[in-house]
């Protein structure tokens, strides 16, 4: 378990062994907005990059408030979730940021 800050919110960021979202199915991983959580699946350990910055992109668009100017917000997600995580691979690679 480990904690990341986003915003003025404190976010606790841990695994667990199944993760089921509010409609009943399992999946990759969660954010829970109420309790600044997020969970993450172990069933999944080749999508853990890619979990984690889903699961972080939601809860950076609703810690800066920006979810409201996103329709679709799952569907935003789902598809700066590749490039972010490109980006920043590439940046580490780089040693733009470490
Ligand atoms: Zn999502």
Do not use: W
């Not at 695994?15 to 991983?29: D, F, K, L, M, P």
């Amino acid at each position: 378990m480990t904690t990341i800050k986003i915003g003025s919110r404190q976010f606790t960021i841990k695994r667990a062994s199944v993760v089921v979202s509010s409609n009943g199915q399992e999946c990759h991983g969660l954010t829970d907005h109420l309790n600044d959580l997020i969970v993450l699946s172990k069933q999944y350990p080749t999508h853990h990059k890619d979990t984690i910055i889903h699961e972080l992109l939601h809860a950076m668009l609703d810690a800066s408030g920006a979810s409201r100017l996103v329709s679709d917000e799952e569907l935003f997600v789902r598809i700066l979730t590749p490039h972010l995580l490109s980006v920043i691979q590439q940046l580490i690679a780089k040693k733009l940021l470490q």
